[in-house]
């Protein structure tokens, strides 16, 4: 059964940081694109950062120069340092994980930033 735990959201001050982490569990097929997603109350799902298997990393331009995504395939991990956080970056954020033939999902984790 393949599980995504996250970890490490919360409240933070503006201007503070906040570390996610997301381990993936029983995933068979070897992992390509890891990657955080955040949903805000009444707005679409939107990439925050995603990481490839050769480690090539791309950013939503909101997040551009104070967040950094990094994956250890050895443990099946990938994690998002938040820095200079804003309240604008309020919201769900959903870990993913994809093989050649699946998309997997985490059940989300709620970082507040207050001004």
């Known amino acids: ?3 995504l ?4 959201g919360g409240l933070v001050q503006a201007g503070g940081s906040l570390r996610l982490s997301c381990a993936a569990s029983g995933i068979i097929f070897s992992i390509d694109a890891m990657g955080w997603y955040r949903q805000a109350p009444g707005k679409q799902r ?5 990481i490839s298997r050769g480690g090539r990393t791309n950013y939503g331009d909101s ?7 990094s994956r250890n395939d050895a443990k099946n991990t990938v994690t998002l340092q938040m820095n200079s ?4 970056d309020t919201a769900v954020y959903y870990c993913n994980v994809r093989t050649l033939y699946s998309d997997y999902w985490g059940q989300g984790t709620q970082v507040t930033v207050s001004s």
Do not use: M, N, Y
């Open 1 to 3: 059964q393949v599980q």
């Open 5 to 8: 735990v996250e970890s490490g």
């Open 46 to 50: 939107e990439l925050v950062a995603g």
């Open 63 to 69: 997040v551009k120069g104070r967040f950094t995504i």
């Open 85 to 88: 956080l804003k309240p604008e």
